[in-house]
């Protein structure tokens, strides 16, 4: 018998350690899989599946389910877009929330700065519920009522909380109004810890009329005054006629070809699509695939086009109350200007678009879901920052968004993440803000082999773009791609933000020699992708950002 010394045995441990963190393996499956930001969801959407439910009953139920354990940022009282193949074509769907009737261009301008981000004034009519309805009513199998049992039993029974969602309840403290204290914390002194059990009775009800009387159960009755009351108590001005006349919008895809591939893009009121079609038409003319994947030509080309594709965002508005100038910003001579500007060599910033004198939260969530006959899902909601704008609904314990902060509400100056909005994102009544949310789908061969899209504020449109390029040039696994180490420029600030620790300090000394101002941003901060693909062998296969919490599943 060999003896094996205790030094090179810790040794051989420890190469085992290095060698299996490297690389994780996706998940597979051969029928559907889910990629959400919590095991219940993922749980709830595979149990809908197995009791003979379709691809849109399954997101339906993953959902719901998230609006009880992701309440920080998948509350009913949030907003969003999905991107939906059933085998006919892509529809988009746009539930983003909407700016109250009492609102005008010049709502904030008399107003203490933070108002559109903290209480009533910062909440926009909510779109979840709605938009949940409208994909069941179009696409739906089962019965809208038996999509609801596992959120209802866990509001009532309970969730263990998340060290994530915990930390976010903790945050909060300070800008929660009564209610939130007392439905997300034990006292008002104490938060959930990690592990312990949050149940929610008081949504439990909520969606029990959701259930029953179906949108309405939201829009009109007990809730729509809970939450009217709620928010004009907080300083806001939702009232109940807001709420009952809000509505969905069916719209049409922006649409790329890239690689032998279609992509399928979220339009405005989404900053996204225009900004990742602009990224791949320049990916094209650049010559950026010549380049060695993580070392200072790709990258110093890669924040550059992204710089490019960002400058038009600012033209871009809700598409009701804006005529966004895609003939100018997507047209063919301007990508072709856009990529002649780019110098190899060194970093070079244009001026700023301006349509006239004028002037985004990392809380959001994603799920994507696929299947073997090529049905997809890409479904973004966000309450914009974390636990929105820290109002809660007092009867009812909704967290309420503070998506008004996403509007031009002070012309000339930058938004919480940044981001300096144009006059097309004035705040009007009815008119929703413009987003980065980017959910996306990619085909090939008439049949969806990809869905995916991001948490994140604009580092979402960055995430999604270097997710897809990852996989179709660098030729990564939809794990791998996910994980990798990625950037993020958005042409205001004129800086790289590059994932902190993940670039030696040489390449991050050549990105400065270029003339990049680099900044270094905690992993969780450069948007946290959920994905799922049909790989080369035919399975499906999941995976899910680990700069967040996440699970996949399916069969």
């Known amino acids: ?27 597979e499956g051969t029928k559907i899989m889910i990629s959400a930001p919590s095991d219940y969801a993922v749980d709830a959407g595979k149990a809908v599946y197995a009791s003979g439910g379709n691809l849109i009953d399954v997101a339906v139920a993953v959902g719901l389910t998230l609006s009880v354990t992701n309440p920080s940022n998948a509350s009913l009282g949030g907003g969003g877009f999905a991107l939906i193949s059933m085998g006919q074509g892509v529809d988009v769907l746009d539930f983003r929330e909407a700016a109250p009737a009492a609102t005008s261009p010049e709502f904030y301008l008399d107003k203490a700065r933070g108002s559109s981000w903290n209480g009533g004034t910062a909440v926009g009519v909510p779109g979840v519920p709605a938009g949940l309805w409208a994909m069941h009513r179009k696409y739906g199998k089962l019965k809208w009522q038996e999509l609801f049992d596992a959120a209802m039993k866990l509001a009532n029974d309970g969730i263990e909380f998340s060290g994530t969602e915990s930390r976010y309840a903790e945050s909060q403290r300070e800008r929660f109004n009564p209610a939130g204290l007392r439905h997300f914390y034990k006292t008002p002194e104490q938060h959930y810890l990690p592990g312990e059990v949050l149940r929610q009775p008081a949504l439990a009800q909520a969606l029990q009329k959701l259930r029953d009387q179906g949108p309405d159960g939201f829009y009109r009755g007990d809730v729509a005054r809970d939450i009217a009351a709620t928010v004009q108590a907080s300083g806001g001005v939702i009232t109940e006629a807001d709420l009952a006349g809000y509505r969905v919008r069916w719209l049409e895809p922006l649409q790329t070809t890239f690689k032998g591939h279609k992509l399928y893009m979220m339009p ?54 804006h005529d966004n100038p895609f003939d100018q910003i997507l047209a063919p001579a301007y990508i ?9 060599g060194k970093a070079v910033q244009l001026a700023p ?12 969530t994603q799920f994507s879901i696929l299947d073997a006959e090529g049905n997809a899902i890409s479904l973004t909601v966000t309450l914009n920052g974390s636990y929105g704008s820290g109002v809660v609904a007092d009867k009812f314990g909704i967290s309420l968004n503070n998506e008004m902060d996403d509007f031009t509400t002070r012309p000339g100056e930058p938004n919480m993440f940044g981001l300096v909005q144009g006059y097309g994102n004035r705040v009007q009544p009815g008119k929703r803000p413009l987003s980065s949310m980017s959910p996306t789908l990619i085909e090939k061969d008439g049949r969806i082999v990809m869905t995916l899209g991001a948490a994140g504020g604009p580092r979402i449109i960055s995430s999604v773009i270097q997710t897809i390029y990852r996989v179709l040039v660098t030729g990564l696994d939809l794990d791998r791609a996910v994980q990798f180490p990625r950037l993020h420029q958005q042409f205001l600030p004129n800086k790289l933000y590059l994932d902190e620790f993940k670039f030696s300090p040489e390449v991050v000394a ?20 959920k994905a799922v693909r049909l790989n080369e062998k035919n399975y499906l296969e999941a995976a899910y950002d680990n700069r967040s919490e996440g699970a996949v599943g399916g069969y």
Do not use: W
Not at 272 to 301: M, N, S, W, Y
């Open 510 to 529: 050549g990105l400065q020699r270029r003339g990049h101002e680099t900044v270094p941003q905690q992993p969780s901060y450069l948007g946290r992708i």
């Open 268 to 321: 405005p009121p989404s900053s996204g699509g225009a900004v990742i079609k602009t990224a791949f038409e320049l990916f094209d003319r650049v010559g950026i695939e010549q380049h060695a994947p993580l070392g200072v030509d790709e990258l110093h080309l890669l924040a550059e086009v992204l710089n490019r594709a960002f400058r038009g965002r600012s033209l871009l508005g809700d598409p009701d109350y």
């Open 336 to 344: 072709e200007e856009m990529a002649r500007s780019i110098d190899p």
């Open 1 to 27: 018998m060999s003896i094996v010394s205790p030094v090179r045995r810790i040794l051989f441990v420890f190469t085992l350690c290095l060698a299996s963190a490297a690389h994780a393996v996706p998940a």
């Open 353 to 364: 678009l301006v349509d006239k004198p004028a002037d985004d939260s990392s809380e959001t």
